[in-house]
C-alpha cells in the first residue's frame, strides 16, 4: 500500500471515530505556483513559457491533542486534499491540464485566547500530475515528498459538546525545484510553492 493511500486512510479514520479526535475539520484552500520557462524536452513539451498554476481544492484534516496547556495546545495531525486540476497554459495556448494532490502528516500548536493563533509543520507526499492533450497526448504523475509551515489565525465559540471553529490559514514549502530539463523536473517546478486556505471544523 503506497504511503499516500495509508494517510488517506488514516484522515477517513479521523472522520469516522470523532470521539478519539480533538478537531476535525475541512480545508478549502486556493494553492499558488510560479511560471516557468522550459527549453526543448523531446517527446514533452518544446521551448516556451508556461503559466503558474494553483487549483483550488477542498480537503479534509484530523488533529489529535498530545498535550494540553490550557491556554495552548500541542497535536498531531493528518490530512487529505483530493487532486484538483486546472489548465495548462503553454505560450498563451491551453494544451492540457495540471492537478494536485496530497496526504500529509504533521505536528501543530495552538494557542486559545481571544482570536486562536496557530502554527504548524506538515510533511506532504504531493502528487502533480500532467494532462497534454494538444501536443503529445501525454499523461504522467509526478510525487515528491516535502515539509510545508503554515500559520493561522482564527476563533472557536466554546459550546457545552462541541465548539465550532473557523480559521484562515497561509502555508510555504520549504522546498522547491527550478529545474526545468526533463518532464518529471518541469512537474516539480509546477507544484505549488506556498497556498491560503480557509479551515473550518468542530473541537471535541
Not at 479514520?13 to 475539520?25: K, N, Q, T
Not at 494553492?31 to 479534509?60: E, M, R, S, Y
Request: aromatic share 8%; proline share 5%; net charge positive.
Amino acid at each position: 500500500m503506497k504511503n499516500s493511500t495509508r494517510i488517506a486512510l488514516l484522515c477517513v479514520g479521523a472522520m469516522a471515530l470523532p470521539l478519539s479526535a480533538s478537531e476535525v475539520g475541512l480545508i478549502v484552500d486556493k494553492p499558488f505556483g510560479k511560471a516557468q520557462t522550459i527549453q526543448l524536452v523531446p517527446g514533452f513539451l518544446n521551448a516556451g513559457k508556461i503559466d503558474a498554476v494553483g487549483p483550488t481544492g477542498i480537503g479534509i484534516r484530523g488533529a489529535w491533542t498530545v498535550v494540553d496547556f490550557k491556554v495552548a495546545e500541542l497535536g498531531l495531525t493528518a490530512s487529505y486534499r483530493p487532486k484538483a486540476q486546472e489548465d495548462l497554459i503553454w505560450q498563451g495556448t491551453k494544451i492540457g491540464k495540471v492537478g494536485t494532490e496530497y496526504a500529509a502528516l504533521g505536528a501543530q500548536v495552538d494557542w486559545k485566547f481571544l482570536v486562536n493563533l496557530h502554527v504548524g509543520l506538515d510533511f506532504r507526499q504531493e502528487k502533480i500530475t500532467s494532462e497534454i492533450t494538444a501536443l503529445t497526448n501525454s499523461k504522467a504523475t509526478t510525487t515528491l515528498t516535502r515539509p510545508w509551515l503554515r500559520a493561522g489565525l482564527g476563533f472557536s465559540i466554546p459550546t457545552p459538546a462541541v465548539s465550532p471553529f473557523v480559521r484562515f490559514e497561509v502555508a510555504m514549502a520549504a522546498t522547491k525545484e527550478d529545474k526545468t530539463d526533463t518532464p518529471d523536473n518541469i512537474r516539480k517546478a509546477l507544484a505549488p510553492q506556498y497556498e491560503v486556505a480557509l479551515y473550518g471544523g468542530i473541537r471535541f
